[in-house]
């Protein structure tokens, strides 16, 4: 709760200073260069771009191992048990994206946003969720957390496939020749990570240059890190050692710094009504509010018919529905993928759209989902009926 709190407060702080005589220090700020390397191997970025592609870059390093956690050891490495999750997060990223489709269909600059309000973000949603204290079941922390999880996986392979610039075959070679490495590391058993790290940075600086977004870089090198221990050794995994160190800063420093250098939207001239006649905003505002919760429902409703698989221990369909609310907290990642969806390519004010849509969309989707589940966990006050998959 209290990295969600942090968040928020590093948006709030953002919006403030872009609608305030502060302003032009903010914009400075954000385009103000920073540079770093070793002797003529030096690269100067401006601190937003700095901040998307090199900070989330850390960011995107640590929800790789918490995939890769999970698949091999967590919540989703019974794929009986990670089918609700994954079926419910199929179509809680379809609906979004298909309203935000319908509601800007025509417009081809607006288009290039229809993933903005895919994405579920899980500091904020978990946050939400910690309000609500002892009386969720631990089932219902676990689902959340599932579903933000592969929606997270989702979200990069959008990233991948989709927003990333014209193709530099001979660099992305170089890099699938680091990611053997990565391989040859692997199967000689070398379970120290700064191996592996080096050979990530050397990957995300290829990355950077070949036009498939340098975040990428720090997803697949954590696909690299081992989660295995020797036969005789109890300790901890490499993988949840570097989780571990990984997790503080990434949570209050990176996070609040990217919720600082992305949340900025200046206001004037902008009406709230926007966020209901802007197709963009709307599209987001909807896709996120509306969109989560019907495709996240119906998915699983048509899983559970078909006897694919099973809700959830003290969980039902009311309860579903509220957790679904919760997923569309977008903010982190969906704000991140309106970055690489407008800018540079659309107007100041259509980027400023998409931030509202987001912002607006998330605080629906929470409050809704927070008091929809503080009525029905305080009128049950014991655990809710489970429900079988015969229903």
Same mark, same amino acid.
């Given at each position: ?22 302003? !032009?220090?903010y914009e400075a #700020? ?9 002797? /003529? ?10 901040? %998307? ?16 956690? /999970?698949?091999? $050891? ?8 990670? #089918?609700?999750?994954?079926? @419910? ?20 600059? @607006? &288009? ?32 959340? $957390? ?13 990233? @991948? ?6 193709? *530099?075959?001979?660099? #992305? ?11 040859? &590391? *692997?199967?000689? %058993? ?6 592996? #790290? ?44 570097? /989780?571990?160190?990984?997790? $503080?800063?990434?949570?209050?420093l990176i996070l ?5 250098? *992305? ?28 969109? !989560? ?12 018919? +078909?006897?694919?698989? /099973? +809700? ?26 309106? %970055?690489? @969806?407008?800018l540079g390519v659309?107007?100041?004010?259509? =980027? %400023?759209?998409? !931030?509202?849509? =987001? ?31 015969? *229903?």
């Open positions: 709760m209290g990295a969600s709190c942090l968040l928020f407060t590093a948006a709030v702080a953002a919006i403030l200073a872009a609608n305030s005589p502060l302003e !032009k220090y #700020l954000l385009h103000a260069d920073v540079s770093f390397g070793i002797g /003529e191997f030096t690269l100067i970025k401006p601190f937003g771009h700095f901040v %998307n592609d090199g900070l989330m870059a850390i960011f995107f390093l640590l929800v790789g191992l918490e995939i890769k956690r /999970e698949l091999r $050891t967590g919540e989703l490495s019974s794929w009986r048990i990670a #089918l609700l999750p994954v079926i @419910a997060a199929v179509g809680g990223v379809i609906v979004p994206a298909l309203i935000f489709v319908g509601a800007n269909y025509g417009d081809s600059i @607006a &288009l290039r946003g229809w993933a903005v309000p895919v994405a579920t973000d899980i500091a904020f949603s978990l946050g939400v969720l910690a309000l609500l204290g002892a009386r969720v079941p631990l089932s219902l922390k676990v689902l959340l $957390t599932a579903i933000a999880v592969i929606d997270d996986l989702i979200a990069i392979l959008i990233i @991948a496939l989709f927003y990333s610039a014209e193709i *530099n075959a001979g660099l #992305l070679g170089y890099a699938l020749v680091v990611l053997c490495a990565m391989v040859v &590391l *692997n199967l000689g %058993n070398v379970r120290s990570r700064m191996p592996y #790290l080096l050979l990530g940075f050397v990957l995300w600086l290829l990355m950077l240059k070949s036009g498939v977004h340098a975040t990428i870089a720090g997803v697949l090198t954590a696909l690299f890190i081992p989660h295995r221990t020797k036969e005789d050794d109890d300790k901890e995994t490499p993988l949840v050692l570097l /989780e571990r160190v990984l997790h $503080t800063p990434v949570t209050y609040p710094i990217f919720a600082f250098a *992305n949340a900025g939207v200046n206001l004037s001239g902008i009406s709230p009504d926007v966020i209901f006649t802007e197709r963009v905003a709307a599209g987001i505002v909807f896709g996120l509010f509306v969109g !989560k919760p019907i495709g996240i429902f119906l998915a699983c409703r048509l899983a559970v018919r +078909m006897r694919i698989c /099973e +809700m959830p221990p003290n969980c039902n369909w009311p309860v579903l529905i509220g957790i679904a609310f919760m997923c569309g907290i977008g903010f982190t990642v969906s704000l991140f993928i309106g %970055n690489l @969806a407008y659309a107007s100041d004010y259509l =980027v %400023n759209l998409v !931030k509202i849509g =987001v912002f607006a969309g998330s605080a629906m989707s929470g409050l809704a989902g927070y008091f929809l589940l503080h009525y029905l966990l305080d009128r049950r006050k014991t655990s809710p009926t489970p429900v079988s998959s015969s *229903n």
